[in-house]
């Protein structure tokens, strides 16, 4: 599986993004994608994640609804809908596949992902 990242950017605070991951190859197995980010200094970090079959989300506690994550099987992409976005979401954003079940308990650890894609960066200026 090939995950290519796009639609990052700089952008105000207060404005908006859409990130994009584009999944090529065996996507049938896999089970669900999520969506990372790395700040400067910092470990990287779960933002969301969404099941393939049946679409079930999950959220980081901390965005408090800014962001929404959605995916078109059709075309094998994953989005990511930033809105109100603040300087502290600045970082790299890595979209991530997993071909194992990922439940609350461990979609939000780094292990349980198997591929990873470049990571696309997104600045938000104050």
């Known amino acids: 599986v090939q995950l290519q990242a796009s639609g990052g950017g700089l952008v105000q605070a207060g404005g908006s993004l859409r990130l994009s991951c584009a999944a090529s190859?065996?996507?049938?197995?896999?089970?669900?994608m999520g969506w990372f980010r790395q700040a400067p200094g910092k470990e990287r970090e779960f933002v969301a994640a969404?099941?393939?079959?049946?679409?079930?989300?999950y959220y980081a506690d901390f965005l408090k609804g800014r962001f929404t994550i959605s995916r078109d099987n059709a075309k094998n992409t994953v989005y990511l809908q930033m809105n109100s976005l603040k300087p502290e979401d600045t970082a790299v954003y890595y979209c991530?596949?997993?071909?194992?079940?990922?439940?609350?308990?461990?979609?939000?650890?780094?292990?349980?992902?198997?591929?990873w894609g470049q990571g696309t960066q997104v600045t938000v200026s104050s």
């Open positions: 969404i099941v393939r079959s049946g679409g079930n989300t």
């Open positions: 991530a596949a997993a071909l194992r079940r990922i439940t609350i308990p461990t979609m939000s650890s780094l292990s349980s992902y198997d591929y």
């Open positions: 190859g065996n996507t049938f197995s896999v089970y669900g």
